[in-house]
């Protein structure tokens, strides 16, 4: 059977990526060139160091070499391994091109669950990593409005630049709530510039220097229940913006088998199409400083995103219309 895996992740991220995964600039880190795969789910990242700096030098004194840098490798098992399997009717193959018509059937699973479980992956894996190597430090839990979201945005900002975190590179994301807060608090200190000089609120960063991007509310949370595609946790908290510099973290990912078995009697005569997976998102244990988050309380927030129920419509026992019916309430009411 021939494995189409290498031809398929680079379709799905040259098809899907662009436009469909909020997360694409971070699945897409640039640390991902320091990754070497081991195996199929091993991978290894360099890590070099530095054990020594410069020193005082005395004048015809002979110095001893020595070396004062170490290089190891850090190894990692990928946690994240993931599959999915369907029919497919032999109609809907063509024959002369299996990748084109493995990215057919598959275009509605990417978009509608692959790219959001995605994202959320993402999302929740960089909090967690946060909170597992640096804890609250960096975690704020203030509730955001137009009078302190300029200020939190400006001491995220001054923090990184304490940890000399470069100025490009770094990026907001904002849930739909939270730029629309960020918008109107911006409009109106540029506003009371002009009319009020006195009264405007004094950042040192602007939002100009960073690139913002909005995600939607339910992609955007702590965690996530994977058990099935990805669906909303009740305990999870909402992520309502974060600043990053991409780099901090690795998402290694790869496939490591798709093809289809031709039809035979076991599959009723379907061909059976099968994919599988390996990635993750792993914060470098030296950058963790180039992430900070604002959560807060996940209410109201629908889940567009659970494919554990797609294709399920639920039942309605009132689902036939009255007798008279057609919607025309007014002849009943008299």
């Known amino acids: 059977m021939i494995n189409y895996a290498e031809a398929y992740q680079q379709a799905v991220q040259q098809s899907f990526y662009d436009g469909?995964?909020?997360?694409?600039?971070?699945?897409?880190?640039?640390?991902?060139?320091?990754?070497?795969?081991?195996?199929?789910?091993?991978?290894?990242?360099?890590?070099?160091?530095?054990?020594?700096?410069?020193?005082?030098?005395?004048?015809?004194?002979?110095?001893?070499?020595?070396?004062?840098?170490?290089?190891?490798?850090?190894?990692?098992?990928?946690?994240?391994?993931?599959?999915?399997?369907?029919?497919?009717?032999?109609?809907?193959?063509?024959?002369?091109?299996?990748?084109?018509?493995?990215?057919?059937?598959?275009?509605?699973?990417?978009?509608?669950?692959?790219?959001?479980?995605?994202?959320?992956?993402?999302?929740?894996k960089l909090y967690k990593q946060k909170v597992k190597y640096d804890g609250t430090d960096g975690v704020h839990t203030e509730s955001l409005?137009?009078?302190?979201?300029?200020?939190?945005?400006?001491?995220?900002?001054?923090?990184?630049?304490?940890?000399?975190?470069?100025?490009?590179?770094?990026?907001?994301?904002?849930?739909?709530k939270t730029n629309s807060i960020l918008k109107r608090a911006d409009a109106m200190n540029r506003a009371i510039v002009v009319s009020d000089p006195s009264n405007i609120t004094r950042t040192v960063h602007s939002l100009d220097e960073v690139t913002v991007k909005m995600v939607p509310s339910d992609l955007m949370q702590t965690a996530f229940d994977f058990t099935t595609g990805s669906a909303l946790k009740a305990d999870a908290k909402q992520i309502e913006m974060f600043l990053i510099y991409n780099g901090v973290q690795i998402a290694p990912e790869k496939y490591s088998f798709v093809g289809f078995d031709a039809p035979t009697a076991a599959s009723s005569g379907n061909y059976l199409y099968y994919e599988q997976s390996y990635d993750d998102v792993l914060m470098l244990s030296n950058k963790t400083k180039g992430y900070e988050v604002v959560i807060g309380d996940a209410t109201g927030v629908k889940d567009l995103a659970d494919s554990s129920k797609f294709g399920k419509k639920k039942e309605d026992s009132n689902e036939n219309p009255p007798a008279g019916g057609n919607g025309d309430a007014s002849k009943s009411e008299g």
Not at 72 to 87: A, F, K, P
Not at 96 to 119: G, Y
Not at 152 to 159: G, I, R, T
Request: hydrophobic share 35%; net charge negative; charged share 30%.
């Open 20 to 124: 469909n995964l909020y997360s694409a600039d971070l699945w897409n880190s640039p640390s991902n060139s320091m990754v070497q795969f081991d195996g199929a789910k091993h991978i290894k990242v360099p890590r070099l160091t530095i054990t020594a700096g410069r020193k005082d030098r005395t004048r015809r004194a002979i110095t001893v070499p020595e070396a004062n840098y170490s290089n190891d490798w850090d190894s990692y098992e990928l946690t994240n391994e993931r599959y999915w399997s369907t029919l497919v009717d032999p109609s809907d193959i063509d024959e002369t091109n299996t990748v084109v018509s493995i990215a057919n059937i598959t275009r509605q699973f990417n978009l509608d669950s692959k790219m959001p479980e995605k994202d959320r992956e993402m999302f929740s």
């Open 145 to 176: 409005d137009e009078s302190n979201i300029l200020k939190l945005f400006d001491e995220m900002m001054s923090n990184f630049d304490e940890a000399r975190i470069p100025a490009q590179g770094r990026i907001l994301y904002v849930t739909p």
